[in-house]
């Protein structure tokens, strides 16, 4: 996709995509901070729909045919949740790693705002992750839903693990996320916005590669039923998964988008005249 031109051939441009993701992060950014924070639990909620839902496939199936297969089935449920959060248009963490990055890039934003709505959606996103492990734990067994260790399968795959493991894990996670930031910025219509998310967003399941906030309803969960995992386990996790996230997102999507619009010459303006409206 080229960065020159505007809307010709049916496509969008590289300097279009960003200015859409330009407005988007403004927007946020000066967004009241209890909105964005209300906006970032549901975020939390909706996303770990994924983990209960994968967690319901390994306790109603506990065997697949083949490890492709369950890592597939997998992969498809874990989608669930970003489709609820990027349709619904909440606040998710990993999204504003790319989004909220580029007003900073381009001077339009300062880095002490940046890390306030950083710090918002973060802290907001995992106490609705929180939240939602609670009740997996709580009605999973109860209604015969969850199986425990279900759950610890899943803690299985993201916690033991090294650090660097944990971080380049994580790094591919966020960039992930980050391809799904900017493609749906470019995309002009609800289909196919759905086929991005689904498409992209099953790679982290099928890895399965570090999320921070998808991963904290598993790993959470599966401490909160008992699988052995400790709150040390959770905090490795949590810690090298955010920073990989972090990189993946503003690193190796935002900054380098930006730097290519910026290195072709172009100006990027945000008071452009289409509107759009928020994209997570």
């Not at 997998?74 to 580029?102: C, D, K, N, P, R």
């Not at 906030?213 to 599966?222: F, K, N, Q």
């Not at 503003?250 to 290195?263: E, F, K, Q, R």
């Amino acid at each position: 996709m080229g960065s020159d031109g505007g809307d010709e051939g049916g496509t969008i441009s590289y300097r279009d995509i960003l200015e859409r993701e330009m407005e988007n992060a403004l927007r946020e950014i000066n967004r009241p901070k209890r909105g964005v924070f209300l906006s970032g639990v549901s975020a939390g909620l909706n996303v770990s729909f994924g983990a209960l839902f994968m967690g319901m496939a390994l306790s109603f199936s506990p065997n697949f045919p083949s490890p492709l297969v369950e890592h597939l089935t997998l992969a498809m449920l874990s989608t669930v949740g970003f489709l609820f959060v990027i349709l619904g248009q909440t606040e998710l963490f990993t999204a504003h790693t790319t989004m909220a990055v580029l007003p900073v890039l381009d001077g339009r934003a300062s880095v002490g705002e940046l890390v306030q709505l950083w710090a918002n959606t973060y802290v907001s996103n995992l106490v609705g992750c929180f939240v939602f492990a609670a009740l997996v734990a709580t009605l999973g067994p109860a209604m015969g839903i969850v199986e425990p260790a279900a759950f610890g399968s899943l803690a299985a795959s993201l916690v033991p693990l090294p650090w660097w493991v944990v971080l380049l894990s994580g790094v591919v996670a966020g960039w992930l996320m980050g391809l799904v930031t900017w493609l749906v910025a470019a995309s002009r219509d609800t289909v196919s916005r759905v086929l991005l998310v689904f498409v992209i967003t099953a790679g982290i399941g099928f890895g399965p590669f570090h999320h921070a906030l998808l991963g904290t309803t598993e790993v959470v969960s599966a401490l909160l039923l008992g699988q052995g995992v400790t709150l040390a386990d959770y905090g490795h996790f949590l810690l090298w998964t955010t920073v990989g996230n972090i990189v993946g997102g503003s690193v190796l999507v935002a900054t380098i988008n930006y730097g290519h619009v910026a290195l072709a010459g172009e100006s990027v303006d945000v008071e452009f005249e289409t509107g759009v409206g928020d994209e997570n």
